[in-house]
């Protein structure tokens, strides 16, 4: 039996899209056992997976860690997550490492220069699949996975009834303030949606979905920071659809096939961090399943390939000068054409 580990040590989104990998392994080389190393607090993510044999989480003991996974003898390792943390990996466990090209300098470069045209128009994941172009492996044409355990689903009839007939999943948090919507415009973006709203998001979310319900409380229903991630997943999953940041909610959306309207700040879908639905729903980042709402004309953006606390020029255009509009109509359309 072939052994191999598959290493992406985080975050939520960049997890998933490592899940169309991690099943072409399993079902492209026959006996294969799949092993993956994470940190701690992203196993949740794959301990319901059923394409993982094997889960290794990192924690305090980087030494016991090493110890349990020497003695595996993996016959290779499939590095996904490509930095200084693996390369030392390698250097201890001293197996064959396969690696995807990271783009970092050419990330830099737009950023820097604004030069878009540096980077290849693919996801992430067609780049995650170059790790393991040499085992053999092919996509399958299929999106990323994620899979709930079944205690640990979001009962539909804990939800108010008016929500139990369909709502908009809003998952109103993102990793970093320049990816998200500021406090005022998602006021005003309320008010411009007609339909119920379930807001999901962390505890660092739940004053802000507080400040929507009282603003629209027949409409609105605020579960941020009451539900594990199993749980947001869950609602996302029995949505009608997602309005969602550049985050790792949009990523475990694409995993349930919902459509979406997506809202870009200081990031740009061309650095292949946009919903993967695969190549038989999508060609690049063009679906008939999502929109992408961004703001265009900006000399400034993208400021980051990951985000900041605060816009670095202040204005936060990217974000303050969206089309509030826009995104209301998309969901109307998008709304309308699953009710309809």
């Known amino acids: 039996m072939r052994k191999l580990l598959v290493v992406r040590f985080s975050s939520i989104g960049d997890i998933v899209l490592t899940t169309p990998v991690i099943r072409c392994l399993k ?8 092993h993956y190393l994470t940190k701690a607090a992203y196993g949740p993510i794959l301990e319901a997976n059923p394409h993982v044999d094997r889960l290794f989480l990192l924690q305090d003991n980087w030494t016991d860690l090493i ?3 020497r003695a595996e003898r993996y016959e290779a390792v499939i590095d996904l997550h490509h930095n200084l943390r693996t390369f030392k990996l390698q250097a201890f466990l001293r197996r064959p490492f396969y690696r995807f090209p990271k783009l970092n300098w050419k990330k830099w470069l ?20 170059e790790a393991v172009k040499s085992l053999g492996i092919k996509p399958d044409g299929e999106g990323v996975d994620y899979f709930i355990p079944e205690k640990a689903r979001f009962p539909i009839e804990n939800l108010p009834v008016v929500f139990q007939r369909g709502y908009l999943a809003w998952a109103i948090g993102a990793a970093h303030a320049t990816k998200k919507l500021p406090a005022d415009r998602m006021l005003q973006l ?3 949606i007609p339909y119920p709203i379930v807001v999901i998001g962390g505890k660092e979310d739940a004053a802000m979905g507080n400040r929507l319900v ?8 605020n579960v941020a920071g009451r539900c594990t991630l199993h749980q ?7 949505s009608h659809l997602l309005l969602t940041h550049d985050t790792g909610m949009m990523h475990i959306g694409a995993a349930f096939r919902k459509p979406m309207v997506t809202l870009w ?6 650095f292949g961090m946009y919903p993967y639905y695969g190549s038989k729903y999508q060609q690049g980042k ?9 703001h265009t004309r900006l000399s400034c953006r993208p400021c980051s390939k990951i985000g900041y606390e605060a816009c670095p020029r202040v204005h936060f255009k990217c974000m303050r000068e969206l089309d509030l509009l826009a995104i209301a109509q998309a969901i109307h359309r998008r709304w309308e054409s699953i009710s309809g």
């Open 214 to 221: 009282e603003q629209h409380q027949e409409k609105i229903y």
């Open 286 to 294: 063009v679906s008939d399943l999502f929109d992408i709402i961004e």
């Open 67 to 69: 110890t349990l996974l």
């Open 110 to 129: 737009v950023v820097q220069m604004k030069w878009k045209s540096l980077l290849p128009d693919v996801s992430v994941v067609d780049r995650y699949f």
């Open 190 to 192: 309320a008010a411009l």
């Open 232 to 238: 947001s997943a869950d609602l996302i999953r029995q």
């Open 27 to 34: 079902r492209q080389i026959p006996d294969v056992e799949l």
């Open 265 to 270: 700040g200081n990031t740009i879908p061309e």
